[in-house]
């Protein structure tokens, strides 16, 4: 029997990245508010530099609840399993993977919200891939604008803005879309190798740019500033230079003196009553059954999570699960295609060891509709990004290009020569939903609670292919034009549990295709709002959690301002 608690107004699932972002307008706005939290609180010496134990051994996502819950995968329903990673992408604690993301903080391009109608309108319908049920999204880019400017500010983003207010600066992305003002800090500094490669890209005719990180480039907000030491990828920040929610909005909410942070509590279920309203969660801590009563639930668990919880809360109500009497629960589901990178190999050291992955150049010309497709078999594109980050392990764990074995001497003296002169691109390309991709419950696959985990049926189409291949050449050239003497192309790879899936409680304003409204509030359960990328109906070629933090702001400010109207 589950002990009751005292109801609140609203009820969070999950402070990671969306969840500790919307709890801060709430908070301000006098609500009150309860953040249940699957980890815990953790601290500087949790973040401790080693490569051993964040990069190899996946410290401290190795020891969270969550590697109980790992998506297993297959390509389609008739397909096999995959092999099923041992340690989930994401993780539990307070502030979530924002706590060990590499923090690039991308805005999406105007063309990422109207796929549909830019499409037809450039190209004719007919370019819409056969399968894919891709909407426009039901706002625009300038809607959701004040929304970045707000969550940039409050986390803290470095960058170079190309566009403030229609004013084209070819320093920044002469290609994104129209911001009100710059970024609150300055760019990351840049070294002597991303220097080369810009300059490489220049040449080219290409429009080289600093990307955007949550990452103090100077102090902020009595924040220090980045000391580029090296472990930002799979590590926490010791020195709270990374923007998380846990040093950054949770604190600021805490002090309104309106958040409640439940830690090492795990939800297993959304509750609602006979006319469809969410009453609240029922979630276990140490052993025992709490229920926690409230006006409105956000669910702001992750993509995985978020669908699995709601098709693990079946009622009388909704017996096919939470919110999906339409049976969208799950449906266009989309993850990155991150595999098909390039690696190139350079005649000389490029001075790579340490620094961060959000501290690098990138190309948009070839992302999203920047250029024409007029004679091309796909739509879409990717964002190219070069950056330094290595360390010993990993520089040992290099390919060889075909050049040396894999194995003893030869291979030792070919990574003694050559450990610091490679790089890998990190390639981001446009991914579409399809009809059979999606999210549902594993038949036989359990948590250790004995629920079912979520199961993904996906696999990338002849568009996301064929945007690979294009990106992959593009990335060659551009490689190439720095002096590289010989690249290496990696395969597109599966779509896997991974830190960029989209999909699954899809936003727009059609319930017959739709899980949320323009809002983030169910069609179905009107006091139940859902917060992520989850709700996002295209990929871009961009990092998903800026963009899942914006609508998350928007979503929390939609319900402090029409509060009677979401309650009643």
């Given at each position: ?70 998506p297993t995968h297959r390509p389609n329903a008739s397909a096999p399993r995959s092999p099923r990673p041992g340690i989930h992408p994401m993780m539990n604690g307070v502030g979530g993977t924002s706590l060990h993301y590499w923090a690039q903080s991308w805005r999406l391009h105007p063309w990422d919200f109207k796929v549909v109608s830019e499409t037809t309108r450039r190209y004719g319908a007919a370019r819409i891939p056969r399968g894919s049920t891709v909407e426009d999204w039901p706002l625009d880019l300038a809607e959701l604008e004040p929304y970045y400017d707000i969550v940039e500010r409050e986390l803290g983003v470095s960058g170079k803005a190309g566009n403030i207010a229609g004013r084209i600066d070819p320093r920044g992305n002469i290609f994104e879309g129209a911001r009100a ?388």
């Amino acid at each position: 029997m589950a002990i009751d608690l005292k109801p609140t107004d609203v009820v969070i699932v999950g402070l990671g990245a969306v969840g500790g972002v919307a709890a801060l307008p709430l908070a301000r706005a006098g609500l009150n508010v309860i953040g249940v939290e699957a980890g815990r609180w953790l601290t500087p010496e949790d973040f401790a530099p080693d490569e051993l134990r964040n990069n190899v051994r996946g410290w401290p996502q190795s020891v969270q609840k969550a590697n109980g819950e790992v998506p297993t995968h297959r390509p389609n329903a008739s397909a096999p399993r995959s092999p099923r990673p041992g340690i989930h992408p994401m993780m539990n604690g307070v502030g979530g993977t924002s706590l060990h993301y590499w923090a690039q903080s991308w805005r999406l391009h105007p063309w990422d919200f109207k796929v549909v109608s830019e499409t037809t309108r450039r190209y004719g319908a007919a370019r819409i891939p056969r399968g894919s049920t891709v909407e426009d999204w039901p706002l625009d880019l300038a809607e959701l604008e004040p929304y970045y400017d707000i969550v940039e500010r409050e986390l803290g983003v470095s960058g170079k803005a190309g566009n403030i207010a229609g004013r084209i600066d070819p320093r920044g992305n002469i290609f994104e879309g129209a911001r009100a003002r710059e970024y609150p800090m300055p760019a990351l500094r840049g070294t002597g190798f991303t220097d080369m490669m810009g300059d490489a890209a220049r040449k080219l005719g290409w429009h080289a740019f600093p990307g955007p990180a949550a990452i103090n480039s100077r102090t902020y907000d009595n924040r220090t500033a980045c000391a580029y030491h090296g472990y930002c990828s799979r590590g926490g920040c010791h020195i709270r230079a990374k923007g998380s929610t846990a040093v950054t909005t949770i604190p600021k909410a805490q002090q309104t003196g309106r958040l409640q942070v439940v830690t090492e509590a795990t939800v297993t279920r959304i509750d609602a009553d006979g006319n469809g309203r969410v009453t609240g969660v029922t979630y276990v801590k140490g052993g025992e059954e709490y229920f926690q009563p409230a006006a409105v639930v956000l669910l702001a668990s992750y993509v995985y999570e978020n669908v699995r919880m709601l098709l693990l809360s079946a009622s009388a109500a909704y017996p096919r699960g939470l919110s999906n009497n339409h049976g969208q629960v799950g449906r266009h589901y989309m993850s990155h295609n991150q595999g098909a990178a390039v690696t190139a190999l350079f005649p000389r050291n490029i001075n790579n060891w340490y620094g961060l992955p959000a501290q690098g150049v990138a190309v948009d010309d070839w992302a999203d509709d920047n250029f024409d497709h007029a004679g091309l078999d796909f739509i879409g594109g990717g964002n190219m990004w070069v950056y330094s980050d290595r360390r010993p392990i990993g520089a040992a764990n290099m390919t060889t290009f075909g050049r040396a074995p894999r194995w003893g001497a030869a291979w030792k003296a070919f990574v003694k020569q050559n450990a610091d002169r490679w790089n890998t691109a990190y390639l981001q390309k446009t991914t579409l939903p399809y009809e059979d991709n999606y999210l549902d419950l594993d038949p036989e696959i359990r948590d250790p609670l004995g629920f079912p985990v979520c199961r993904i049926t996906a696999d990338h189409k002849d568009n996301e292919r064929r945007v690979a291949a294009f990106i992959q050449d593009k990335m060659v050239e551009w490689f190439m034009a720095a002096g590289a003497v010989t690249t290496e192309k990696a395969p597109v790879g599966t779509m896997g549990p991974t830190t960029h899936a989209y999909g699954g409680t899809r936003m727009g304003d059609n319930p017959e295709t739709n899980v949320v409204n323009r809002w983030g509030f169910s069609h179905e359960a009107p006091n139940l709002g859902i917060l992520g990328a989850s709700v996002m109906g295209t990929s871009g070629a961009r990092n998903p959690t800026l963009t899942a933090q914006a609508l998350a702001w928007r979503t929390a400010d939609h319900l402090a301002r029409n509060w009677k109207a979401v309650t009643t």
